[in-house]
């Protein structure tokens, strides 16, 4: 079965250290794979994904298939980075989504 | 119309009685979803809806649980008689077209439903 496997809860870094947030998947075929964020009291939105190699907020992510990952990274963390980040692979027409990683960012 | 609108934000009903919640796609979406958001659960998906019709209704957890879409635009989830295990955030979400043709889905900001 499909499944996104986000193994941490929580992350909390300092201000300016690198962050990373892990994300494994399994997936028979070729898949889709995203970021979506939901800042506090924010709905749930597109951070990226990773047919677009772009890098948003500073963010990137890399598709390694020989490894079936998708870690989010930011070489430097922002106070405003603090948020709700869930991973998430198309599956048909639906997405499906990881349990979820709260990053937190202290000054 | 911004985004995905969802009504009510918060709900808080007695156990074994039914709820509808509400929801109003992004005009011109044609592709509608159904998460329930859960404390350490994540996003688990419900339904989809392409127009009126919903292909793919696998996520609905029990036959209590049903859902609707009228004019190929406003959505309903019902619950009928709710269990304390319904309570968690009820997320919409729509996109132009399905989210295996590349396009981005917009989510609303959700239901609120507690069970007492």
């Known amino acids: 079965a499909q499944r996104v496997t986000q193994p941490e809860k929580l992350l909390s870094v300092f201000k300016g250290a690198p962050v990373e947030l892990k994300c494994n998947y399994s997936y028979s075929g070729s898949p889709e794979l995203f970021w979506y964020v939901q800042y506090s009291r924010q709905r749930l939105q597109l951070l990226l994904r990773?047919?677009s190699r772009e890098s948003i907020k500073g963010f990137t992510a890399d598709l390694n298939k020989g490894e079936t990952s998708f870690h989010l990274k930011k070489p430097f963390a922002q106070e405003e980075d603090s948020a709700m980040y869930y991973c998430?692979?198309?599956?048909?027409?639906?997405?499906?989504f990881g349990t979820g990683t709260r990053l937190q960012v202290f000054p | 119309g911004a985004g995905v609108s969802q009504s009510p934000s918060n709900k808080v009903t007695e156990k074994g009685k039914d709820v509808e919640l509400r929801c109003d796609p992004i005009s011109g979406h044609t592709a509608l979803y159904w998460y329930r958001q859960s404390l350490g659960q994540g996003l688990e998906f419900l339904i989809y809806?392409?127009?009126?019709?919903?292909?793919?209704k696998s996520g609905l957890p029990s036959d209590r649980f049903s859902a609707e879409r009228t004019g190929g635009s406003v959505s309903t989830l019902t619950i009928q008689r709710t269990q304390q295990e319904d309570s968690a955030v009820y997320l919409c979400a729509s996109s132009l077209g399905s989210a295996s043709s590349g396009n981005t889905i917009y989510f609303g900001e959700g239901s609120w439903l507690t069970v007492v």
């Open positions: 998430a692979l198309t599956d048909t027409d639906k997405l499906i």
């Open positions: 990773h047919i």
């Open positions: 809806f392409q127009g009126n019709s919903a292909p793919d």
